[in-house]
């Protein structure tokens, strides 16, 4: 453990921008190579050196930093180059030493840029995925609302075409509606009252347009246990005007054609 006194935060912020004399650059290492509290202060000086490098809102160096570093420079004679010797030798030990300060600036530096990238990168990462999740939600929901604006519609909207369909031999017991929009292709029909069909038959909905075109599958159906079916909103192409539906008994995957008879028919 080292019983000098500890670097001034002015020295350290000088010692790792190469600003200090040849020998308290010397006397700096020296004392950062034993003394474990000042290196973890010069990388916690470097660190903040570097972010703030990286932030908008400038902050000033360390007080008194600026006078001494120009007094110094002021002060430090300029060397004679060295006079080349004829023989080759080893690299002496201030060499590498009077790089340390650049390499815990360095490694500072890019520890910080490190975790800001990371950081930035994680939250972007988080942002976008909860951008598609609420993308994802907002179009069900949307599409909920269409479906509810379009079933309004059709239900309420004097231009809907009301049908009632019954049974077209005996007692006019099965009874069907239909409420059909034409410019929106929405279609809502209710029975009640249906007779039961083997497992391999079903009801089929048929609308008749008006332009005597052939016959539009509008829907299969089976009855429940009390003579009740439905079909809510088929696939039909929008603006095709009804003359009438109809309803045949097909095979349970359903007819490209009706097959006769119509068992129910209104217009």
Same mark, same amino acid.
């Given at each position: 453990m080292s019983t000098r006194?500890? !670097?001034?935060?002015?020295?350290?912020?000088?010692? =790792?921008?190469?600003?200090l004399t040849s020998q308290?650059?010397?006397?700096?290492?020296?004392?950062?190579?034993?003394?474990a509290y000042c290196r973890a202060a010069l990388a916690e000086t470097m660190a903040d050196v570097s972010l703030?490098?990286?932030?908008?809102e400038?902050?000033?160096?360390?007080?008194?930093?600026?006078?001494?570093?120009?007094?110094? !420079?002021?002060n430090t004679p300029q060397e004679a180059p060295p006079t080349p010797r004829p023989v080759a030798v080893m690299p002496s030990r201030e060499e590498p030493r009077k790089g340390v300060g650049w390499g815990?600036?360095?490694?500072?530096?890019?520890?910080?840029?490190?975790a800001v990238a990371a950081y930035l990168g994680y939250g972007n990462h988080k942002l976008q995925q909860q951008l598609s999740e609420d993308r994802g939600q907002i179009a069900q929901l949307q599409a909920g609302a269409d479906r509810a604006e379009a079933l309004t519609e059709a239900l309420t909207s004097p231009e809907a075409k009301q049908v009632t369909l019954s049974e077209t031999k005996g007692p006019a017991k099965p009874v069907g509606h239909a409420t059909y929009l034409s410019k929106r292709g929405t279609l809502?029909?209710?029975?009640?009252?249906?007779?039961?069909?083997?497992?391999?038959?079903?009801?089929?909905?048929?609308?008749?347009p008006a332009n005597g075109k052939a016959p539009v599958a509008a829907g299969l159906f089976r009855p429940d246990a009390n003579g009740s079916a439905s079909v809510?909103?088929?696939?039909?192409?929008?603006?095709?005007e009804a003359k009438a539906f109809g309803v045949t !008994?097909?095979?349970?995957? =359903?007819?490209?054609?009706?097959t006769l008879p119509i068992v129910m028919a209104g217009q």
């Open positions: 006194p500890h !670097i001034s935060e002015e020295d350290l912020a000088l010692y =790792g921008m190469q600003a308290e650059e010397r006397s700096a290492q020296a004392h950062l190579e034993v003394c703030v490098g990286m932030s908008v400038q902050q000033p160096p360390p007080e008194g930093a600026r006078q001494r570093l120009m007094v110094r !420079i002021a815990w600036l360095g490694w500072a530096a890019a520890a910080a840029m490190l809502i029909f209710v029975a009640s009252n249906l007779r039961p069909v083997p497992a391999s038959k079903t009801y089929e909905l048929w609308l008749i809510v909103m088929p696939k039909l192409p929008e603006g095709v !008994i097909e095979d349970a995957q =359903g007819s490209a054609t009706p």
